[in-house]
């Protein structure tokens, strides 16, 4: 499933940001709806910390998208840079504001780091 695919399961809203935010940094998408079953594995390998149906990810469509910075040198992603994640967030948001997207991202997260999570703000 490509990119633009998984991002196609998301709000009207994350597409248009997402869309927006690649003409600019070069993204992955990585997760955009999860069905239970993907739910479950998520919440079973600690990927999340809230179980089905509770996760944004699992609204239809999606009012959560999980995103990585994409390097063209191997390895494309780099999920020990903290700092890279850091800085594509604050990207993703400074873009949103413009957009007048309201979104939080998992990155200011008090309970844990999740600096591929991006969802809408409310429900």
Not at 25 to 38: E, H, M, P, S, Y
């Amino acid at each position: 499933m490509s990119s633009q695919d998984k991002l196609d399961t998301c709000n009207s809203e994350l597409i248009r940001l997402f869309n927006e935010v690649i003409k600019h940094r070069d993204c992955t998408i990585i997760c955009g709806r999860r069905d239970k079953q993907a739910q479950d594995k998520a919440y079973a390998d600690g990927k999340s910390k809230v179980e089905y149906p509770r996760s944004f990810h699992n609204r239809f469509p999606s009012r959560a998208v999980d995103v990585a910075p994409y390097f063209k040198e191997k390895p494309h992603i780099r999920w020990d840079d903290v700092d890279s994640f850091r800085e594509f967030g604050n990207f993703v948001l400074g873009v949103a504001a413009v957009l007048n997207i309201p979104i939080e991202w998992g990155g200011h997260w008090k309970e844990f780091f999740d600096g591929v999570h991006f969802q809408l703000k409310g429900g």
